[in-house]
């Protein structure tokens, strides 16, 4: 099929070297020229484990552009994936859509088209795309014939692990109220539902996975269904945290409790992980459209909200252990190890390191962070704050008076603990996210400070 995708950001391009990889002729349209340039040339902007080898792999079916006209005139589906990222009153912001479901009136000209909304957004906003498309074609083409319809197909991708996510799905959710635009969806995902791709060597398919569950609803359900699934693991992460916390005032151990709790299958194992909290540009900026929706209707999101204090908690949590510790903030070094806002990615929107050194800074400590991959990026994004940035690892411990462990990349795991222990002017470790080897800095002569246990 012929198919248009509307951004290159995270969504957008995973989603389309995907469908590419599938069979599809897709073409990918963003208005920025050098991001087209650089795909152009077999190069992602975004760090995402194997997605410059799957974009290889598919190149022949992949076109990037800048011309709307180019990608949008013959394609059978478009894809909108442009960013919707929060306003100060935690409503998303709808320009992007604004534009892009404008740029799509303008230019569709196949007979029957299925717009798709893979951008977060929020409830309603199917049937204000169409309004949008209808009014900006109508505008263009006064006796045309073009039908289209819009629907959403919402998007449960991980950061690090986004291809594996969208190859091997736990299920695909589309949401319309016209059936033909399910089927044509149900077809355009048919390879990946039924599982009849062969799989990459670097992307294998898991053992024993045979289908994906294909979920049709209403538009509204759909819409619904993205922010409701990011709310809950959302709170699933903020609820271990709070018991994480209650663990440490009882002398529990929060790895053992969760692991507890995660056997029960109406419970489940994942996303029990306590330490630091959620960050990225997902958690925070879903919860707050929720609860502003829920505040739209008069309803007060409880459940979410609490999610959400949590969350800032645990990062304050982090600077009060080590006021606790040091006494003294003022004039001390801290290290930060990992400044990702998860491992296996660059991406640094909302990382909980930004919050946790600015919070230090504040207090008058300098602090230094390193990361193994967000290290050009922080620089760029971050050069405003007075973090300082190492060179490797090891040099985050030179002289500090602690190091807070933040992002549990597993290089982490492999450092010389016993050597760095001798570098430190103070050697406490602040283990964030509960990743490292307890036993092996305390016998490297360390004070290891962890989250949930008693150690
Ligand atoms: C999240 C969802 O998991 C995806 O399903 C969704 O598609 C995506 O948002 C989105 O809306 O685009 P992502 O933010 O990329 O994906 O990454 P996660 O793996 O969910 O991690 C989010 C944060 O939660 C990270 O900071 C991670 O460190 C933290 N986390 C995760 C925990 O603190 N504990 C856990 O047990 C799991």
New binding site residues.
């Given amino acids: 099929m012929k198919v248009a995708i509307i951004g290159t950001g ?2 957008g391009l995973t989603t389309g070297v995907t469908l590419a990889f599938l069979g599809h002729d897709v073409t990918c349209l963003d208005v920025d020229a050098a991001k087209i340039a650089q795909l152009n040339q077999g190069i992602s902007p975004i760090y995402e484990p194997h997605l410059d080898e799957l974009m290889a792999a598919s190149r022949s079916r992949l076109n990037f552009t800048t011309s709307a006209k180019d990608a949008l005139s013959q394609a059978e589906v478009i894809f909108i994936a442009v960013g919707t990222p929060s306003l100060a009153d935690g409503n998303p912001n709808l320009a992007y859509l604004k534009s892009a479901a404008q740029s799509v009136g303008e230019h569709i000209q196949s007979p029957y088209v299925v717009i798709v909304n893979k951008s ?1 957004v929020p409830i309603g906003s199917g049937n204000w795309v169409e309004s949008l498309v209808r009014d900006a074609f109508r505008a263009k083409n006064e006796n045309s014939k073009s039908q289209f319809v819009v629907a959403s197909n ?9 291809l594996m ?1 969208m190859l091997f799905a736990d299920r695909v959710v589309v949401g319309s109220d016209d059936e033909k635009a399910v089927s044509v969806m149900r077809k355009l995902y048919q390879p990946l539902i039924e599982q009849t791709f062969t799989p990459p060597s670097f992307l294998p398919r898991p053992e024993n996975f045979k289908m994906v569950n294909f979920l049709s609803s209403d538009l509204q359900s759909a819409e619904l269904i ?1 922010y409701a ?2 709310a809950f ?2 709170l ?2 903020s609820f ?2 709070e018991i994480s916390e209650l663990s440490e005032k009882v002398g529990a151990d929060i790895t053992h409790v ?1 692991k507890g709790i995660g056997l029960d299958s109406r419970i489940g194992n ?14 925070g ?2 919860t707050a459209a929720l609860i502003s929706t829920g505040k739209e209707y008069g309803l007060p999101m409880v459940i979410t909200q609490a999610a959400k204090e949590v969350n800032t908690r645990q990062r304050i949590r982090m600077v009060e252990i080590l006021a606790s510790e040091l006494k003294i903030l003022k004039g001390r070094k801290i290290g930060i190890l990992g400044l990702a ?3 296996f ?1 660059d ?1 640094l929107r ?3 390191a930004l919050d946790v050194a600015q919070k230090l800074i504040d207090r008058g400590a300098k602090v230094v962070g390193f990361d193994p991959i967000a290290m050009s990026r922080a620089k760029k994004e971050w050069a405003d704050s007075e973090i300082q940035f190492a060179d490797s690892a090891e040099a985050v411990f030179e002289e500090a008076d602690a190091v807070v462990l933040v ?2 990349w597993p290089e982490f795991l492999d450092l010389d603990f016993s050597k760095l222990s001798k570098d430190m002017r103070n050697a406490l470790m602040l283990d964030g ?1 509960n990743h490292l080897d307890v036993a092996v800095l305390k016998k490297a002569g360390m004070k290891v400070i962890t989250l949930g246990r008693s150690s």
Avoid: H, M
């Avoid at 919402?154 to 986004?162: K, V, W, Y």
């Fill in positions: 995270y969504v977060t919402p998007e449960f991708l991980r950061e690090g692990s986004a996510d993205k699934a990011n693991l959302a699933k992460i271990i945290n969760a994942k996303f029990l992980q306590a330490g630091l909290g959620w960050g990225g540009s997902c958690f900026k879903d806002f998860k491992p990615t991406d909302d990382a909980p992002t549990e996210r």
